[in-house]
């Protein structure tokens, strides 16, 4: 592995700067994750419940990130990103707060869950688009993306496992309460980072007419109707599976919460092996096909885990899964980084985040609710069935999303022209931001 191509974006100062802060705050922040899971768990003993958890949690991504897209290509990403993490830091105190003094109930958890995911809905989004400006070369944005991955899945590795040693050792409370110190280093790290300014070319419009530009310019181009569509079934039918883990460690693998933080450590193991695998790869040529792969390497996975009840077959089969979860994830992400209009790229991102977190939410209660008829090891079977179907008919779309896609990797300058991909075949194919 050509270690150089692997760490070209930390070339860029900001870029650095970014990667170090995000790295630390984001362990604390899977580490909270998880002590909600198992507080949770611990006060309702229910898998309803957990479904409900989660739901709270992610439901703002449903309806508001595409506003929070028109927003982020108006206003300051690099302010709005200070604001937000300064936001989450101060739920993760109060958490802490209320667990140490031992008053912290359900329906607490539920509002402060609530609370982090709408501040989480402009940030994530936010966040997506402001890679672009930390990497000022579009050659490195990929590679960018791909260790902001492997970041973010380095930090579900780490995380979980210390999140289980620390609930062994200590309590919940102490888990916030890192998480929360963790967010200073992502502040000084921001605070640190200096960009020029940003032109914002859609500040004039009105707030629908933004949205409705978004939609018609994402869902007008097939292959980013076809990228997002399929994100959003995984994420809606597959991803559920984490609420219901507790359950797995509680009923099937008879464990605690050292189970747990290792169950969820290797996914994220998975998660952090495609991550570099992705950023070790030159080009952009060939995701596509990954993208429609690894959506049936996850059903499969999940299918498999639903089974098992050994731990170190379920450690290995949570690993198969979490690498191709990811695969998917940030194969996805980087296509539409490379190929959307810079005016746009915050709304763009905005479906990408509603797609991959915001079908989560009705995802995690529609797990619940089934794990309370058919039980935890039948839901995660259905939602793996699923996922395999999905990816099953998409590959019967991939051959003519290439035609498409091809025109716009030769404008941008990634392909060399050809007869297939001559200035002819791009018409209607192409964005009409790149026309």
């Not at 989560?360 to 794990?371: D, E, M, T």
């Given at each position: 592995m050509n270690l150089k191509l692997l760490l070209r974006a930390f070339a860029h100062p900001n870029f650095r700067l970014f990667f170090a802060g995000q790295s630390l705050s984001l362990i604390g922040t899977w580490m909270q994750q998880l002590a909600v899971a198992w507080l949770v768990f611990l006060l309702t003993q229910s898998g309803f419940w957990l479904g409900v958890a989660g739901f709270f949690g992610q439901i703002p991504n449903l309806f508001l990130t595409p506003l929070a897209g028109v927003l982020v290509d108006r206003w300051n990403r690099h302010r709005l990103l200070l604001l937000t993490q300064s936001l989450a830091m101060a739920q993760a105190f109060l958490l802490a707060v209320l667990a140490l003094s031992g008053v912290i109930a359900v329906w607490q958890i539920l509002l402060l869950s609530l609370f982090?995911?709408?501040v989480n809905v402009f940030d994530m989004t936010a966040r997506q688009a402001f890679l672009a400006e930390v990497v000022e070369s579009r050659e490195d944005l990929a590679n960018a993306i791909a260790l902001n991955s492997s970041m973010v899945h380095s930090a579900r590795l780490v995380g979980p496992a210390l999140a289980g040693w620390l609930l062994a050792q200590t309590s919940v409370g102490?888990?916030?309460?890192?998480?929360?110190?963790?967010?200073?280093?992502?502040?000084?790290?921001?605070?640190?980072?200096?960009?020029?300014?940003?032109?914002?070319?859609?500040?004039?419009?009105?707030l629908v007419q933004g949205l409705r530009?978004?939609?018609?310019?994402?869902?007008?181009?097939?292959?980013?109707?076809a990228l997002v569509l399929l994100l959003a079934l995984v994420s809606l039918l597959g991803t559920s599976y984490r609420v219901l883990l507790p359950v797995f460690v509680s009923e099937v693998l008879h464990g605690g919460a050292d189970t747990l933080g290792l169950l969820t450590a290797a996914a994220g193991l998975g998660s952090l092996?495609?991550?570099?695998?992705?950023a070790s790869r030159k080009g952009l040529p060939g995701l596509g096909k990954w993208t429609v792969l690894a959506p049936g390497v996850f059903g499969l996975g999940l299918v498999a885990f639903s089974f098992s009840e050994v731990l170190w077959l379920s450690v290995l089969?949570?690993?198969?899964?979490?690498?191709?979860?990811?695969?998917?994830?940030a194969a996805s992400n980087t296509v539409l980084q490379t190929i959307v209009a810079e005016d746009k790229?915050?709304?763009?991102?905005?479906?990408?985040?509603?797609?991959?977190?915001?079908?989560?939410?009705?995802?995690?209660?529609?797990?619940?609710?089934?794990?309370?008829?058919?039980?935890?090891?039948?839901?995660?079977q259905l939602a793996g069935a699923c996922c395999i179907g999905g990816s099953l008919v998409f590959a019967a779309w991939l051959p003519h999303l290439r035609k498409l896609l091809r025109p716009s990797y030769v404008h941008i300058g990634l392909l060399p022209e050809t007869a297939s991909g001559s200035q002819t075949a791009m018409g209607p194919t192409v964005p009409p931001e790149k026309r």
């Open positions: 982090l995911g709408l102490v888990c916030f309460l890192v998480n929360g110190l963790s967010y200073l280093a992502v502040l000084a790290a921001l605070l640190a980072i200096k960009v020029p300014p940003r032109r914002r070319e859609v500040s004039g419009t009105q530009e978004g939609f018609v310019y994402a869902f007008g181009f097939a292959p980013i109707r092996a495609a991550a570099v695998w992705l089969l949570l690993l198969v899964a979490g690498f191709a979860m990811t695969v998917q994830a790229r915050g709304r763009v991102m905005s479906l990408y985040t509603m797609a991959f977190l915001g079908m989560a939410p009705l995802g995690s209660l529609l797990a619940g609710s089934l794990a309370e008829g058919i039980g935890a090891p039948n839901t995660v």
